[in-house]
């Protein structure tokens, strides 16, 4: 479904009691949370990798990476696949709800005093009459020499 001018549309998710959105063109997939192998001496954000589709891909857990609380694994948490800096990485979240649809004069710039993670994370605010979606920049939640390092270690899972 093609974008109409002035709009976009958002997969939503939850971390830690907050709503947040990524651009739906940035999200390949959202699968259940299978089992993750974990990859010694990784960051601590890095869960490990899994073996989608005959592809081992890392998992990082937005909580961690966001210096939040853990949380114990229940069933509403689905890892979001995306791809950033051209490696897939699955991010995952306490539970995805829905799609929705955003006018651009929704979204206002981030402000430290509205969310809890830090600003850096965040592409901008999305300003509903009954609640407020962070939006999330892809680019800074891991950077280039991170994306590198995650998928050497998903290789070297992948060749071990």
Do not use: C, W
């Not at 890095?46 to 229940?74: A, M, T």
């Not at 999305?126 to 407020?132: C, K, P, Q, V």
Request: hydrophobic share 40%; glycine share 8%; no cysteine.
């Amino acid at each position: 479904m093609a974008e109409k001018k002035g709009q976009r549309q958002l997969v939503l998710f939850q971390v830690a009691g907050e709503t947040y959105g990524l651009d739906i063109y940035q999200v390949r997939e959202i699968i259940r949370v299978p089992e993750i192998t974990r990859v010694p001496r990784t960051p601590p954000y890095l869960l490990g990798v899994i073996n989608l589709r005959g592809g081992v891909i890392p998992v990082l857990d937005l909580r961690r990476r966001f210096h939040l609380p853990d949380r114990e694994r229940h069933e509403d948490q689905r890892i979001i696949v995306t791809e950033q800096h051209g490696t897939i990485v699955g991010m995952i979240v306490d539970g995805v709800s829905e799609v929705l649809t955003l006018q651009e004069s929704q979204i206002e710039p981030p402000s430290p005093y509205i969310v809890s993670v830090d600003t850096r994370f965040i592409a901008g605010i999305g300003n509903l009459e009954d609640r407020l979606i962070v939006l999330l920049d892809l680019e800074e939640v891991l950077s280039k020499e991170e994306a590198a390092g995650l998928a050497a270690a998903a290789a070297e899972t992948e060749t071990a």
